[in-house]
């Protein structure tokens, strides 16, 4: 019998939930770009903001849909980040292009990691966030600061790795302030999400 999904509810506050962290991640990078010296164009901008938007929205749903059944939680999670991560990063790219295209914002230069490395470790990185979350909602200490410890932890690794692979490219300066920042925010704000819309679900379900 395959797990039960989530409640509705918990994935549609999961939804708005993940488009706000999408657009807080881009207003906090944008600020930090302008305050190095660093300035962007409306149409780039808004691209970014697509990108980011659909990234977080897609992948933060993809692993709560693995939230439903308690008994098999960290691995449906896992399994969910594994598969949904690079999903979610193929058409965050793909509406990056196209809003980029449709508004005449100039197209991105070619980055390091490349797309099918940065997928990979989107899926290894979302598997290990999705898994151990599902695991620790289970245990009697979980709360916010252990889910927030988490994301934090595993987005710090990526951040490592991202940052020394665009180091060996010859990034460097803002380029890698706003990777490194990237690579932190995001698992950080979906475990956020997450544990989050947990908790309105359990105010909701629990009696008056």
Not at 79 to 100: D, E, N, Q, T
Request: glycine share 12%; charged share 10%; with cysteine.
């Amino acid at each position: 019998m395959p797990p039960a999904l989530p409640s509705p509810r918990t994935l549609l506050t999961v939804a708005w939930l993940a488009i706000l962290l999408g657009i807080a991640v881009e207003t906090a990078l944008l600020v930090v770009s302008m305050s190095m010296g660093k300035d962007a164009a409306v149409p780039a901008i808004l691209a970014e903001t697509a990108n980011k938007v659909s990234w977080s929205f897609f992948v933060c749903v993809g692993v709560a849909l693995g939230m439903g059944s308690l008994r098999v939680r960290p691995a449906a999670m896992g399994i969910l980040g594994l598969i949904s991560a690079p999903i979610a990063f193929a058409i965050a790219k793909a509406l990056h292009k196209s809003v980029a295209q449709a508004l005449g914002a100039a197209g991105a230069p070619p980055s390091v990691p490349g797309p099918v490395e940065m997928a990979v470790l989107r899926a290894v990185e979302y598997g290990l966030l999705g898994g151990l979350l599902g695991w620790i909602s289970r245990q009697v200490w979980s709360g916010f600061k252990v889910h927030a410890g988490l994301g934090l932890l595993i987005g710090l690794f990526a951040a490592a790795f991202v940052t020394m692979r665009s180091v060996s490219a010859g990034a460097s300066g803002v380029a890698l302030v706003i990777k490194g920042l990237n690579e932190v925010l995001f698992p950080l704000g979906c475990a956020i999400v997450l544990y989050a819309a947990a908790a309105f679900g359990r105010r909701a379900t629990s009696p008056p």
